[in-house]
């Protein structure tokens, strides 16, 4: 005997078109009919499950549902695997328990038919849901900008928005994380950073990716010390034992917003955490900044130097100086680096104080090339006038990286000039992510092939790897005077460091330079490890161009 009659069949069927077509979608409705259904026809449980394609699906990632369970032992009595159109995959078992009730032909035929209804509604319905999701979200599934902006409109329209605190946070070194422990770790440490942020920021705010490691959001005052506490370092586990962890931290911006707080644009929030944001990643020291007024003045800085810029560089307010690289056997001028200045209205502005504005856009190119310009325009004048001029270096900031034509620009100017090639020599500092690495690898060689020398800057502060010196063809190692030790003693690591430095760069065939030399206790630290080119305040301060001249006629210092 059947489980039910057909006009008991023939009403499901019904009442299953009707919840499958109400809009909106009546869950409530939906689930006593499924439960209904599953008791009249002695089911012990029934399931969906859903996976947005079949790949997923192989890869069990996606959402099961148990629709009904009455918890009795169960056997699979009919399961239904429907591919959508769209490639997603949904999938029904029913189970039953053949001790307590065998089912007939006709129970199956009729529970196939409303399984195959129902699949069909499942899929619409999860569709629309993960259509809605990925609108908010991003390709990885971190909330998107769009979440932020949804977030921001309904707090708004409610009042709920004056008193929250906004940030921005960019993670700090995320790329050597990555380098450190693999990219799929780095993703792993990524999401379970964000998922904690989240989770303590709770429903009264939100964080929402903007892309790469950076991140904005809102939050309540009442979660402040603790989302602080995270943002100054959280140890995160990337293993399933918990036993490999790393610590993350933030470059934070932060800016409460006003009791009360009318949102104009999101626009008007974005300035003012980027900005802090920005001052947080450029200030080693303290990596929590809040928007304020200091900021304010910091901007119209900024905005100075970026409208000042190209009518000083017309008017060539930036003057190149010079200082020397020195042999401390022979004492011998042996090389100069080219330093540039900003003279502006009777005052000297230093390199400090603008070029890492410049960096902020492509202005610093238009510079380094006005510097090459002019070191070579004093070249061919030293040449003509039968002067020995020594090698110049030229710093060329990490935004050339992605100038693909870098070199051929650099060869243009130093042959408009004819200068011998092997006179110009290219500083660059070293980089921590991988694209720019091979693009400094890049960069390096085919200069290398056209005869200029290439020297990596500020070795030993920051993230100074061997591989930069390992992997790519430089000429000269120009060593940061913070990695020189500061006693002649032999068992301090720094002394260590220093002589196995050395003697690998020596033994790889660089030219090793000591900058910021000041002392003699200096001088003998370097010629106990042979280490022979120093700069430093020790022989000059950078000179003006005559001072420098004057340098050249014997060159050498007492
Ligand atoms: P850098 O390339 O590492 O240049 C060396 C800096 O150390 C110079 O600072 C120099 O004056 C300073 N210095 C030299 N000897 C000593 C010393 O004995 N003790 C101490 N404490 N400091 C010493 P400066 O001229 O202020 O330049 C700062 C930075 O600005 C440079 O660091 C370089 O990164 C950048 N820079 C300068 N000119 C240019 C340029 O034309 N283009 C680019 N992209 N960057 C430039
Ligand atoms: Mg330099
Ligand atoms: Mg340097």
């Known amino acids: 005997m059947s489980c039910v009659s057909k006009e008991k069949y023939a009403s499901y069927l019904e009442r299953m078109v009707s919840v499958t077509h109400s809009q909106p979608v009546d869950r409530d409705a939906y689930v006593q009919l499924i439960t209904e259904i599953c008791k009249d026809y002695k089911l012990t449980k029934g399931m969906s499950e859903f ?25 699979v009595l009919l399961r239904i695997r429907i591919v959508s159109t769209s490639k997603a995959v949904i999938i029904g078992t029913l189970y039953s328990n053949p001790d307590e009730y065998v089912h007939e032909d006709v129970d199956v035929q009729q529970l196939d038919s409303m399984l195959r209804i129902i699949l069909g509604y499942v899929s619409r319905v999860r569709l629309i849901k993960k259509l809605e999701e990925f609108g908010f979200s991003d390709l990885d599934g971190y909330r998107n900008f769009r979440a932020f902006a949804r977030f921001m ?9 004056g008193g929250k605190v906004s940030f921005y946070i960019d993670l700090h070194n995320f790329t050597l994380i990555n380098q450190e422990i693999g990219r799929e770790n780095g993703d792993i440490v990524m999401r379970k950073y964000y998922e904690l942020l989240s989770d303590t920021i709770g429903e009264t705010g939100i964080i929402i990716r903007l892309g790469g490691d950076r991140f904005i959001g809102v939050f309540d005052r009442g979660v402040q010390d603790d989302v602080f506490r995270i943002f100054s370092g959280a140890n995160i586990a990337y293993d399933v034992t918990g036993q490999q962890r790393v610590n993350v931290s933030v470059a934070a911006g932060i800016y409460a917003l006003p009791i009360p707080y009318m949102l104009k644009s999101y626009g008007d929030i974005m300035d003012k955490i980027m900005l802090a944001g920005n001052v947080a990643k450029r200030h080693d020291g303290e990596r929590i900044v809040t928007y304020g007024e200091k900021m304010k003045s910091e901007s119209d800085h900024v905005k100075m130097i970026q409208s000042a810029f190209m009518g000083a560089l017309k008017n060539e307010e930036f003057i190149i100086h010079y200082q020397p690289k020195v042999d401390i056997e022979t004492k011998q001028i042996v090389g100069a680096e080219a330093l540039c200045r900003w003279q502006r209205d009777g005052r000297v502005i230093p390199p400090d104080e603008f070029i890492p504005i410049l960096e902020l856009n492509t202005f610093v190119s238009d510079l380094d090339f006005y510097v090459l310009d002019h070191v070579c325009r004093d070249m061919v ?24 034509n870098l070199t051929d620009h650099i060869i243009t100017i130093i042959d408009k000039y004819n200068i011998p090639h092997d006179l110009i020599e290219i500083e660059l500092t070293e980089t921590t992510s991988d694209v720019m690495f091979s693009d400094l690898r890049r960069i390096v060689s085919s200069l290398q092939r056209e005869g200029v020398k290439t020297a990596v800057d500020d070795f030993g502060v920051g993230y100074s790897s061997l591989n930069l010196i390992r992997d790519i063809p430089w000429d000269v190692l120009k060593i940061d005077k913070s990695f020189v030790p500061e006693t002649e003693d032999d068992s301090n690591i720094s002394n260590v460091m220093f002589r196995h430095l050395i003697s690998l760069a020596h033994d790889m065939g660089l030219e090793c330079v000591v900058e910021g030399v000041e002392t003699d206790e200096q001088l003998k630290i370097m010629r106990k490890n042979s280490c022979r080119i120093a700069q430093g305040f020790f022989f000059d301060h950078p000179l003006s161009v005559d001072e420098f001249e004057d340098r050249l006629v014997n060159k050498t210092y007492p």
């Open 51 to 75: 996976y947005i394609t079949p790949m997923m699906e192989q890869r069990g990632i996606g959402e099961v549902f148990c629709d009904f369970d009455n918890g009795k032992s169960t056997k």
């Open 153 to 161: 409109d309904v707090n708004n329209a409610e009042n709920k928005l």
């Open 381 to 404: 004048r030293w040449l003509n006038e039968g002067r020995k001029p020594v090698r110049v270096s030229v710093n060329f900031s990490r935004k050339h990286l992605v100038d693909i």
